[in-house]
């Protein structure tokens, strides 16, 4: 899941994927891209893992080519973050292009969603979902989250406190308590997980770390949260008198 | 959803029906059969709405017609409630040998399912879920509770509140801020609610009700829910220090 709110971004993802509850998995899900001061991205991957792993290294190959080719156009020298969405959507559809048919044709599916959050020095932080077919959309303050994979259990929460003025503090508690949820509730989602937050105007990583299954401060959150919630539950009015 | 706990049964379903997001209706999804003091049943129905229709009609039919004729085997009239799962499996069955093959010709899904709560004099408080193959399993002490339909949203608040020894109030109260967070976060879920309750071996209905939109009572949980989450979140320890 991806927020921006006024005072910048937080990204969030699991490192779980299964190809059926028998094949379960670790990969970072979670990938970013920094000139400090210049620009920060992260990119956030869900789907066809084949798919999304293809389409980060023709962006990584892009990066590493314009070394020696300052011609070549990468999401690192790119003008702008909507020009970043434009190539992230160029390298998923030539990876749609390149398999899709092949993959449906053993009965898997191909689709393949990333979100890209993230700000240019001049520019302001934004928030994109990028669609299988290359397609997006960008987070506004109607609507200032996303979320793919698996988004459901989680969504209720981020809801109910995600708005433009959230803090980005509070912005990170609720992606914590949305994920903790989801962990709770489905199997398909596991630790550790991966946050980054980018502070607006600073286009650089505030945060950028692993949360490991034994991290103290989630581990507080998270029983910190249960108890809330339990004692949230006992606050409520009785309604069978 | 339907839940089990010692002192009872508390089923709560929505009336919103839909055929695609530009074809909403609303339908009762709750059904009751009780003869007080003998047994208490609750159905509640989802997926295709013309197999589960069809399967009510077919348990109605069979109650009406043994007034007739006492011999005919119904779920008001069958020594258990296992054979009332194993009467409403049959009707499924039935419904799905008619209609399947010409409603997925259409390219549309006959895919339904049923959960049956309800308890017969002499025996046990039970809980159902009848799948579109007329099969069925039981709600146990591990997994006290089911959910059909749009499920996700709401099934964290129910794993963290719903054990066997959780009061009766409890039970209603974790169903009913359960469906709050489903109504708020899909479309496709929306109000009047309805509640059934059955205590353990009154064997009838303690509580049958609709819960309209401007329902008191639920604005009252929804809100006082509201709060708790708000408060409870504001009492998170800070994680960005």
């Known amino acids: 899941m991806a927020v921006r709110v006024d005072q910048g971004l937080v990204m969030l993802s699991d490192t779980r994927t ?10 970072r899900k979670s990938f970013t891209y920094e000139v400090p001061g210049e620009r920060a991205i992260t990119l956030m991957c869900s789907g066809n893992l084949s798919i999304t792993q293809g ?8 990066i590493k080519d314009s070394a020696h080719d300052p011609e070549i156009e990468t999401i690192l020298n790119c003008p702008t973050m909507h020009r970043v969405a434009q190539i992230v959507g160029e390298a998923m559809c030539a990876m749609q292009n390149r398999y899709r048919n092949t993959i449906e044709m053993q009965g898997a599916a191909a689709d393949a969603s990333i979100l890209i959050s993230g ?5 302001k932080p934004r928030l994109y979902l990028v669609y299988s077919a290359g397609n997006f959309i960008e987070a506004t303050a109607d609507t200032p989250f996303f ?21 980005l503090e ?12 989801t962990l709770r ?18 286009c650089a990583f505030g945060i950028r770390t692993r949360i490991e299954a034994d991290n103290e401060q989630f581990a507080m959150i998270s029983q910190s949260w249960s ?6 539950f006992e606050s409520l009015p009785n309604v069978l008198d």
Do not use: C, W
Not at 147 to 167: A, V
């Open 55 to 62: 389409v980060k290294t023709v962006l990584s190959r892009a």
């Open 119 to 123: 700000q240019r020095k001049g520019g």
């Open 18 to 27: 299964n190809a059926g509850m028998d094949n379960i998995a670790r990969f």
């Open 170 to 181: 509070d912005a990170v508690k609720a992606v914590l308590v949305s994920m903790d949820s």
């Open 227 to 232: 108890a809330a919630l339990r004692k949230g």
């Open 185 to 202: 509730s489905n199997l398909s989602v596991g630790m550790p997980l991966d946050l980054t937050v980018i502070e607006r105007d600073s």
């Open 147 to 167: 979320q793919i994979g698996e988004h459901k259990y989680g969504k209720p929460i981020l809801d109910r406190i995600i708005r433009p003025e959230t803090s």
